[in-house]
């Protein structure tokens, strides 16, 4: 399903697919497969894709595992504070249906009911093959203009908002760092 | 200060009435204590050679309503770690504080009167450490459902299932 595109959108996401920036959040044991997908066995940055410290100049928010409420809260900061267009991608089962942790009372089940998720990486933990080929598929939805994560947020604010306050009570976070 | 495991657990026995050394294996051993003495019997053990507390955490015995609560200590010139046990009702589980002996105390007690709901007499500071804005009872006691809670909060995916192998978990 393709959307309609501007010939400006065209040629837009056709450089935005081949110039990502991510943002990786390690939340959980997913994070060990980030090393050998940066470096040289996988190399990442042969499709365009390298590191970023800090979320306003990331494009992707790559979140490796489990989230807790408590981390769910800064996750929600930190997306918030990305440029848009920004990609979210759900990696290993504990973002797509709660993994292990379905049952723990401290981590969520479903990330796409707080934030827009673009694109999940299935598997306990997904290898760097599956990391770099789900990096492909994601390079051609957003070619295609189908990586439309940030609009869906910005036209259902107050669903996702609605959600998250449901599962967090507020999403203000109280502490040392942001008082 | 270099004596053996058994000098230690001998000259400790005599001061206190009704301690006996468990011995686990050669290099772990374990002791149970009444709640009144375990300050003055931690602090007699820190002098004797038990010098390290390596971790304070609790155990709820819900049948026999009661909190176990287990100081791991360990002594750095025999290479032995003693556990030291004590009890407290569940109903109203209260424990002195042991940070006047070991001062990192404080954050395991914080720890466990925020999981388990003990309250540490003496230690000021016993706010939330690491959950926020939680309103049922302490998670780690075993009246707790966690999969219930889990259930109410966060919502799971709805799967479509078009097959299913026969005898297989989902098979109803
Ligand atoms: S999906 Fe598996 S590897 Fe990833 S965070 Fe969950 S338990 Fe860990």
Same mark, same amino acid.
């Given at each position: 399903m393709t959307k309609q595109q501007s010939a400006w959108e065209k040629v837009a996401n056709m450089l935005r697919a081949r110039s990502l920036w991510m943002l990786y959040y390690c939340t959980g044991c997913g994070a060990i497969e980030l090393p050998p997908t940066m470096t040289s066995r996988f190399d990442m940055e042969r499709f365009g894709i390298s590191p970023m410290a800090t979320p306003r100049q990331a494009d992707i928010l790559l979140i490796t595992g489990y989230l807790s409420t408590k981390t769910l809260r800064r996750v929600i900061y930190t997306y918030e504070q990305m440029q848009a267009p920004k990609y979210i991608v759900g990696f290993g &089962?504990?973002?797509?249906?709660?993994?292990?942790?379905?049952? &723990?009372?401290?981590?969520?089940?479903?990330?796409?009911?707080?934030?827009?998720?673009?694109?999940?990486?299935?598997?306990?933990?997904?290898?760097? $093959?599956?990391?770099? &080929?789900?990096?492909?598929?994601?390079?051609?939805?957003?070619?295609?203009? $189908?990586?439309?994560?940030?609009?869906?947020?910005? $036209?259902?604010? $107050?669903?996702?908002k609605k959600n998250q306050l449901s599962a967090l009570g507020e999403v203000y976070i109280h502490d040392e760092f942001h008082e | 200060m270099s004596s053996t495991n058994e000098v230690i657990f001998n000259e400790v026995s005599s001061l206190f009435?009704?301690?006996?050394?468990?011995? *686990?294996?050669?290099?772990?051993?374990?002791?149970?204590?009444?709640?009144?003495?375990?300050?003055?019997?931690?602090?007699?053990?820190?002098?004797?050679?038990?010098?390290?507390?390596?971790? *304070?955490?609790?155990?709820?015995? *819900?049948?026999?309503?009661?909190?176990?609560?287990?100081?791991?200590?360990?002594?750095?010139?025999?290479?032995?770690?003693?556990?030291?046990?004590?009890?407290?009702?569940?109903?109203?589980?209260?424990?002195?504080?042991?940070?006047? *002996?070991?001062?990192?105390?404080?954050?395991?007690?914080?720890?466990?009167h925020e999981f388990f709901g003990v309250k540490f007499e003496g230690n000021p500071d016993l706010k939330p450490l690491i959950l926020e804005s939680w309103e049922e009872i302490p998670p780690m006691r075993k009246d707790f459902d966690p999969e219930k809670y889990s259930k109410e909060h966060f919502p799971d995916r709805a799967y479509e299932v078009d097959f299913l192998v026969k005898g297989s978990e989902n098979d109803e």
């Open positions: &089962s504990c973002t797509l249906n709660g993994g292990i942790y379905y049952d &723990s009372y401290a981590t969520i089940n479903k990330l796409d009911l707080y934030i827009p998720v673009d694109l999940y990486l299935a598997g306990c933990m997904p290898r760097p $093959e599956a990391i770099v &080929s789900g990096f492909k598929k994601l390079m051609e939805k957003i070619d295609r203009g $189908e990586a439309d994560g940030w609009k869906r947020y910005q $036209e259902n604010y $107050e669903w996702y | 009435e009704k301690v006996s050394f468990e011995k *686990i294996s050669d290099r772990k051993y374990a002791v149970s204590i009444e709640k009144r003495q375990v300050v003055s019997f931690l602090e007699t053990l820190k002098r004797k050679g038990f010098s390290h507390m390596s971790l *304070i955490t609790c155990i709820d015995w *819900i049948e026999e309503k009661e909190f176990e609560i287990v100081y791991t200590l360990f002594n750095w010139n025999t290479g032995t770690t003693l556990m030291v046990k004590t009890r407290t009702s569940r109903e109203k589980p209260v424990v002195p504080t042991i940070m006047e *002996i070991w001062p990192t105390a404080k954050f395991y007690e914080r720890d466990i």
